[in-house]
């Protein structure tokens, strides 16, 4: 049966939902809407005051809706709206108990994505975790990430909105999440591709380490971090496609969002390594001095958060399902090949071939350039990260994921994404899982390690500082 439940927290009273699995309070705004004025600026924060109705979710950000393949993991589904800052707080039981608190960053392109409607069993994970689930959502796309300052000036300066976002989000989990049952000074923050990203980026902005102690980074380490003179260039490109002048505020606000979703697709690029390496066209952390104050591996280098535990982790064949559904060309010669790598390397790109030949000389140019790009864009920057961490002192342990799906003869490999349904033990919506042996078992050693983890800053059953999973 379920009913309501009242919890006050500073001078607001959030109605919520009581269920026999455990307490919920969805779609609570933790900033004013960005829309008109706000549109394309950093978030201002929301002061609560009175009853806050906590029983139904909110937007999730604007976004293209494209078909999934029937083997992807599925939810119930969300509406989107600009007005999409807003999270979702799963816990046992909102009481006194401080449990370990968890905030997850959706992935999806720095382009999609939401924090509900998913194939997340949240109510499963913090009962059998007897942790405290924080899911926000955040602005993704071009009102996320686009780059306005140098077209817009000062007050457009901060291009990582959706980041900004995020980090309004903590904040207010920091102010308030006691009173749901969860413990302020244990965060640990957990993402998945852009969500990742935008996690790792953390480390390189100033006043935020107090509002998280541990990080479990899925695909998304610490790079791919955008310079500004790219990030403007493609804004360029944008506003010129959208019919806006630099400088032209009321056409900026006026948009239509179906224009600026429309447009965002034609501006960026397609190919995974194009949009991956330096100068690639595509959205993501840009290092724009104002929301970003360094890259994140110098923040890491300076041992600004040595006191803080950190797990990468990627998948083995993480390029593997952008060739297996064709949205990647194939490689029909070894001069494209090299062009390939020099995008990453273009001052060693033979000797990269020529190393990748050697080790690998049954594979096709195309599956040469697979292993190249899923070691490129995730399994060496993720070492990287955690190498980074430890040289100044800090805590790190990283993994590689290997669990291949028996769906269409195993043909996606251990892919991109993989991880995540095992990482949170949600595998009742994951029809791949189902007919693969095992996958409950590494479902749940791997939940229970994030949970292990996020409650002591150890991970259990790393005899080393990394392991393989599956």
């Known amino acids: 049966m379920t009913s309501f439940i009242d919890i006050a927290s500073e001078n607001a009273i959030y109605r919520g939902l009581r269920t026999p699995e455990g307490d919920r309070f969805l779609g609570i705004s933790y900033a004013e809407p960005p829309i008109g004025s706000r549109r394309f600026k950093p978030p201002v924060p929301l002061a609560h005051a ?48 401080r449990r370990p608190v968890i905030v997850h960053a959706f992935g999806g392109g720095f382009q999609t994505g939401s924090a509900h409607g998913t194939f997340h069993d949240e109510p499963g994970f913090t009962g059998q975790g007897d942790v405290v689930l924080v899911r ?9 990430f686009l780059h306005l300052g140098e077209k817009f000036g000062a007050e457009y300066a901060a291009a990582n909105r959706g980041m900004l976002d995020f980090i309004a989000a903590l904040r207010w989990v920091h102010d308030n999440i006691a009173a749901f049952g969860g413990d302020p000074d244990n965060v640990t923050l957990v993402g998945m591709s852009s969500g990742s990203f935008t996690i790792a980026a953390l480390f390189g902005v100033d006043g935020v380490k107090h509002l998280f102690r541990r990080a479990w980074l899925m695909s998304g380490p610490a790079s791919r971090i955008i310079a500004p003179d790219t990030a403007s260039a493609l804004a360029g490109d944008f506003l010129e496609r959208a019919g806006v002048s630099a400088g032209d505020v009321a056409a900026l606000e006026a948009l239509p969002i179906e224009t600026i979703l429309a447009v965002q697709d034609q501006v960026l690029a397609t190919h995974l390594g194009e949009r991956n390496a330096p100068g690639g066209r595509t959205f993501g952390i840009v290092h724009d001095g104002a929301s970003l104050q360094r890259h994140p591996l ?37 001069e494209a090949l090299l062009a390939s790598i020099a995008r990453f390397h273009p001052d060693d790109a033979e000797a990269e071939l020529a190393a990748l030949e050697a080790e690998l000389p049954l594979l096709t140019l195309t599956g040469l350039e697979e292993v190249f790009l899923s070691r490129a864009i995730y399994r060496n920057p993720s070492i990287r990260t955690a190498q980074t961490q430890i040289a100044a002192g800090g805590q790190a342990y990283a993994y590689q994921f290997e669990w291949v799906p028996a769906f269409e003869g195993g043909r996606l490999g251990a892919a991109h994404g993989f991880d995540e349904p095992f990482v949170f033990n949600s595998l009742s919506r994951v029809p791949l899982a189902v007919e693969t042996p095992g996958a409950p078992l590494l479902a749940k050693e791997m939940s229970e390690a994030l949970v292990t983890f996020a409650s002591t800053g150890t991970a259990p059953h790393w005899p080393t500082s990394w392991r393989i999973f599956g």
């Open 50 to 97: 009175g009853l806050v109705d906590a029983t139904k979710v909110g937007f999730a950000p604007p976004q293209l809706r494209r078909a999934m393949p029937d083997w992807a993991p599925k939810g119930d589904g969300f509406d989107t709206g600009e007005d999409c800052l807003n999270l979702n707080i799963y816990t046992p039981a909102a009481d006194d108990k």
């Open 136 to 144: 926000p959502n955040m602005r993704v796309g071009a009102l996320g």
């Open 298 to 334: 110098d923040g890491l280098a300076a041992g600004t958060f040595a006191e803080h535990q950190i797990v990468v982790g990627w998948t083995r064949d993480e390029a593997r399902m952008w060739y297996a559904f064709g949205m990647m060309p194939e490689v029909t010669t070894r």
